[in-house]
T-cell receptor, first 109, second 115 residues
Framework: GQQVMQIPQYQHVQEGEDFTTYCNSS?????IQWYKQRPGGHPVFLIQ?????EVKKQKRLTFQFGEAKKNSSLHITATQTTDVGTYFC?????????FGTGTRLTVIP | GAVVSQHPSRVICKSGTSVKIECRSL??????MFWYRQFPKQSLMLMAT?????????EQGVEKDKFLINHASLTLSTLTVTSAHPEDSSFYIC???????????FGPGTRLTVL
């Protein structure tokens, strides 16, 4: 399947700081989905981006799809302790999802 | 939103036994269900795609005879880990796709521990 890389693998931030995770692919992505997995939980769908250059916001979260549709980013403004977890990007193929490697976020109170 | 359940949530079994995990879409019909495996601190790995009424499609490296998948109805798919070994211990997650959408709804996962 496709290789979708995410960076960084781990990120520790002080509460209130911003956080960004990047998703990169060597091939053009048809779409990009973002998931959040709380520690011990399962991935929960956050959003899907389809259009080139698309930007969507959910409260403190900003999702962006690159112009070339080969990369995406998730930015969290002023992190809170409730933001801890692993954030995955994924491309929805015709029949399945190709997950990125995930970024594990730790928020220090 | 759509709800997907998994049962059991946790299971501990002895080496050599078989374990069945159920994945149900509770409020929608899922023509396709997916089974994933997650190793500690790693990303989800797709194991197989399950289509109702047909044979599952397995990803490369996944033993079809060891991980038996049955999708007998539009709301139920089962994964049976046969002759389980300690290396099969993992977190297994299913997801389901409803009609007219490509959004996957994930089940809560099943933690399998093989002693």
């Amino acid at each position: 399947g496709q290789q979708v890389m995410q960076i960084p693998q781990y990120q520790h931030v002080q509460e209130g700081e911003d956080f960004t995770t990047y998703c990169n692919s060597s091939t053009t992505l048809s779409n990009i989905q973002w998931y959040k997995q709380r520690p011990g939980g399962h991935p929960v769908f956050l959003i899907q981006l389809v259009k080139s250059g698309e930007v969507k916001k959910q409260k403190r979260l900003t999702f962006q799809f690159g112009e070339a549709k080969k990369n995406s980013s998730l930015h969290i403004t002023a992190t809170q302790t409730t933001d801890v977890g692993t954030y995955f990007c994924a491309e929805a193929g015709a029949n399945n999802l190709f997950f990125g490697t995930g970024t594990r976020l730790t928020v220090i109170p | 939103g759509a709800v997907v359940s998994q049962h059991p949530s946790r299971v501990i079994c002895k080496s050599g036994t078989s374990v069945k995990i159920e994945c149900r879409s509770l409020d929608f019909q899922a023509t396709t269900m997916f089974w994933y495996r997650q190793f500690p601190k790693q990303s989800l790995m797709l194991m197989a795609t399950s289509n109702e009424g047909s044979k599952a499609t397995y990803e490369q490296g996944v033993e079809k005879d060891k991980f038996l998948i049955n999708h007998a109805s539009l709301t139920l798919s089962t994964l049976t880990v046969t002759s389980a070994h300690p290396e099969d211990s993992s977190f297994y997650i299913c997801s389901a796709v409803g009609p007219s959408t490509d959004t996957q709804y994930f089940g809560p996962g099943t933690r399998l521990t093989v002693l």
